[in-house]
């Protein structure tokens, strides 16, 4: 069974990183997300808590809690972590 999309909603590439600015994933990721088996859709989960900590941008605040709360129902991070 395929994962949830941690997809939010907010479709634009950084420039400098190459991933998008609402979920972490690059452009890849994106294209073949439905085209990858549920292993493959974790692994790319797996990848996001990381970027997203990496990001020190103002005004990420919302971006991140809607992640977070998609990351918390595909289970890649637990509601009560301090995870970015």
Known sequence: MPLVS???SVCV???TTGLC???YRSIDEVAQWRLLGP???LEVLNKLPARMARDDRPGQ???KAKLRRRLVI???ID???GSP
Do not use: M
């Open 39 to 41: 292993d493959a859709q």
């Open 79 to 81: 509601e009560n972590d």
């Open 74 to 76: 595909a289970e890649v």
């Open 6 to 8: 941690p997809c939010i």
């Open 61 to 63: 605040e919302e971006r």
């Open 21 to 23: 600015f609402g979920c």
């Open 13 to 15: 590439l950084d420039k």
